[in-house]
């Protein structure tokens, strides 16, 4: 829980930096909320007694969340998540389905800090029976928000432990990076790169981008040309209920050898309305280029 001292820290932190500044506070073992003019734009949360590190809530530029966290129909669905259903068979992504869990984590900070680009660099141990299987080191770098809305620079690198690791969906092929969206965004529309608009086309065609829009609000994801198999599938769904995911693993698995491993680099972005196709190719092509 919070503490009176917590708050003056956060409190000093946010008095102290420049108006233009994004600010990021750290509540001990719960969450980094990462903050701009005041605004919430999204909280990290790494706690011990969650079975994985997410981002809860992801906010447009004026704080309001696109992301939904732990819903009654699946508890599993924690925000803007990465996770996988199979890891040797040991499923990651589900957490009270009849399956073998593993937990993802958190191990420590690298790097948590503000300024005019916000980052976040944890490490985190995926963990099953005892057993570590996967190291990842995870990077977030938020830049201020701008007309655009709030953009997110995610890096996932996972290097396997002392085993040969599969990097599996198996049935599940929503895996990889994604989010539950909240639910006035239920029902919503599709658009990706390839000016594909209807749910049953999008889901598993592989764009640069792909964007969820509903009750005037979206998310969209955008596939770094450094990724293996680029461009990936995305999933999108958007009946009972709106979910999208980055999902490399959708058609075949990876397998690495101990010691390797797999990196992926992924953008997200929020926004107000309907996507723009011609300011999303724009933005997939400077964030490519970086």
């Known amino acids: 829980m919070p503490t009176r001292r917590m708050f003056l820290a956060s409190a000093a932190a946010a008095a102290a930096a420049p108006a233009s500044a994004l600010v990021v506070a750290d509540t001990k073992g719960e969450k980094l909320t990462v903050s701009h003019g005041g605004i919430t734009l999204l909280e990290y949360r790494y706690s011990a007694a969650r079975p994985k590190p997410y981002v809860h809530p992801l906010c447009l530029a004026d704080g309001t969340p696109v992301s939904l966290d732990g819903p009654h129909d699946h508890v599993h669905h924690h925000g803007l998540m990465v996770a996988w259903s199979e890891v040797n068979g040991i499923d990651f992504w589900g957490e009270v389905n009849p399956a073998q869990h593993g937990l993802i984590v958190h191990r420590k900070f ?58 599996a969906a198996g049935s599940h092929v929503y895996n990889g990076l994604g989010i ?15 000016g594909t608009n209807t749910i049953e086309a999008a889901n598993g065609q592989q764009a640069e981008w792909c964007a969820y829009s509903g009750g005037s609000m979206g998310v969209a994801f955008f596939d770094h040309p450094s990724n293996p198999r680029h461009p990936n599938a995305f999933f999108v ?25 797999i990196g992926f ?18 933005q997939f092509k400077t964030w490519s280029n970086s």
């Open 265 to 282: 680099r992924w953008g997200v972005l929020t926004f107000r309305g309907a996507p723009d196709a011609s300011a999303l190719d724009r």
């Open 180 to 194: 539950r969206v909240v639910p006035s965004m239920d029902g919503g529309a599709v658009l990706n790169a390839r």
């Open 237 to 261: 769904m958007n009946r009972a209920f709106g979910y999208m995911s980055a999902a490399p693993t959708f058609r075949a698995p990876f397998e690495f050898a101990p010691g390797g491993g």
């Open 110 to 167: 690298e790097r948590a800090a503000g300024g005019s680009i916000a980052e976040i660099v944890a490490v985190n141990d995926w963990v099953a029976g005892g057993k570590t299987l996967l190291t990842e080191r995870r990077t977030l770098r938020i830049p201020r928000p701008d007309s655009a809305g709030v953009f997110i620079d995610w890096t996932t690198e996972l290097k396997a432990s002392g085993s040969p690791v599969r990097l």
